[in-house]
């Protein structure tokens, strides 16, 4: 008997459904909450930093799958790799044997983290900080680990513990006994560490959530109070490494910071198969596996699979060969010098800060009596709104995908693939300008949508 299965076949015949499958079998919120914002978009195929719909029209994609997207969608030579790999027909996955793929891919990442000497590959970020929280305890014999508030790190139970957002938090209790301490305050961190339990602090050194950067001078500064109380310190770079913030990782523009375990996942994915890694110093790995009796302690099952190898080795062949970490350099600093430009044009526009490609826009209180009152109005109903008021026309009107930072934040993300060009920079800056001139004219298509969403929010209490 053959069996067949033709995808393009099912596609074609159930692809429409695509809404009303989410609605009925996945998370009914999902397309309630496209529908609404008119977000409900149907993408045909995607190519580098841009989708496709139906008709041809192009859509600007400044989001690249919340950071997964770093070279965009379908690099030719990391679709080639994984074409390779299949093709290759590998005994992957027996358990019990030392494949290539894992070693190599290890080495080309240690090769840009010199101070670290071991890999642990998993499947996604939250697992790489699952990993780092368990090595960091069992290494230094102690329960507790510090994270700052604010942060994001991840949503299964442990990483979900070192989470500083309540609104991810409530409801799945009770957690792992970690303690919060404010990004950059290293008195509050001194004084956790006084108290002999900490096993490590866990910090991104841009936060994702509002994109707000560690002070200068506090990762060397933390590193060194952690150290002197024989703690770690763990950099979460599961959204900002591998070239996001214009080097390979975000902790590297201060100089003297070498953590003790870093997390990566998200871009060193290509965009197609899961993979995260924990990269630590020698000590601690052979802490954790002291024997041959505790050879499977921490494992992942699909950890190290030979698809998920071969695309991180293409994006980081990828990553040297096209420069990738100057493009985003260069291309961040032109985005963000022309959006910084635009604060004194426009009194909504509050702020605009981050590194390279990763870039928080902030809105604030206008000081003219009408906007005011507007803005007060949106305010009233649910902090957040202005900011979702200029992502929908940006994807409405100028076919732009980008996001709000994060609940009941005035504050967009702009997190585009790294391979965003001048053109694409330009086409961003002209639509963001446009929508805020709307925003600011006292036109009404804007404002009459910021009543729907004020409807919406009143609705939702």
């Known amino acids: 008997m053959t069996t067949e299965f033709d995808l393009g076949a099912l596609l074609a015949e159930r692809g429409a459904e695509r809404y009303e499958l989410h609605s009925r079998y996945l998370n009914p919120q999902l397309p309630r909450m496209l529908h609404t914002i008119g977000f409900d978009k149907v993408y045909e195929r995607a190519e ?24 965009g969608r379908h690099h030719p030579v990391v679709r080639k790799a994984l074409h390779d790999v299949l093709d290759l027909d590998l005994a992957d996955l027996t358990r019990f044997d030392c494949q290539p793929l894992p070693g190599l891919l290890a080495e080309r990442l240690l090769a840009h983290t010199p101070h670290l000497d071991r890999v642990f590959f998993g499947n996604s970020g939250t697992e790489a900080v699952e990993t780092a929280l368990k090595f960091a305890r069992y290494a230094t014999g102690r329960p507790r680990v510090l ?9 299964t139970t442990g990483s979900l513990s070192v989470n500083g957002e ?4 409530d409801g799945f209790a009770p957690l792992l006994p970690d303690t919060a301490v404010p990004l950059g305050d ?6 956790e560490l006084k108290k002999g339990d900490v096993a490590a602090l866990i910090v991104e050194p841009i936060q994702g959530k509002g994109v707000h950067e560690a002070p200068p001078g506090y990762l060397r500064a933390a590193q060194e109070l952690l150290h002197k109380h024989k703690a770690l310190l763990i950099a979460d770079e599961v959204q900002t490494g591998l070239g996001r913030t214009g080097d390979f990782y975000a902790y590297q523009h201060e100089d003297g910071v070498e953590p003790d375990l870093v997390c990566v996942a998200k871009a060193l994915s290509g965009g197609y198969v899961p993979v995260g890694a924990t990269l630590g110093k020698d000590w601690v790995f ?32 990828v990553m040297e060969q096209e420069q990738i970490v100057a493009n985003v350099r260069t291309t961040g600093e032109l985005l963000k010098s022309r959006l910084t430009e635009l604060i ?26 009408k906007l005011r009152s507007r803005w007060a109005m949106l305010q009233a109903a649910r902090k957040g709104l202005f900011a979702q008021m200029v992502v ?6 100028h076919r732009i995908l980008t996001q709000v930072s994060g609940d ?3 504050v967009i993300k702009l997190i585009p693939p790294l391979v965003l060009n001048e053109a694409d920079v330009d086409r961003f800056v002209d639509a963001f300008t446009a929508v805020m001139d709307d925003a600011h004219s006292g036109g009404g298509l804007m404002w009459d949508f910021g009543k729907t969403l004020i409807k919406q929010a009143v609705a939702n209490r």
């Open 147 to 155: 994270y700052c508030d604010h942060a994001f790190h991840g949503l």
């Open 344 to 369: 004194d044009k426009y009194e909504l526009l509050a702020d605009v800060r981050g590194r390279g490609l990763m870039i928080g826009i902030e809105f604030g209180k206008p000081s003219s009596l």
């Open 286 to 317: 052979k802490k954790v596996y002291s024997s041959m009796d505790r050879v499977l302690v921490h494992s992942a099952s699909f950890g190290s699979n030979a698809q998920a190898m071969a695309c991180g080795l293409a994006v980081l062949s």
């Open 166 to 169: 309540t609104g991810f938090r």
């Open 392 to 397: 929908v026309p940006l994807l409405q009107r």
């Open 408 to 410: 009941h934040l005035e």
């Open 186 to 191: 290293l008195d509050a961190l001194a004084r």
């Open 48 to 71: 580098g930093a841009h989708f496709f719909d139906a008709e041809g029209n192009d859509y600007l994609d400044m989001l690249a799958g919340f950071g997964v997207m770093g070279l």
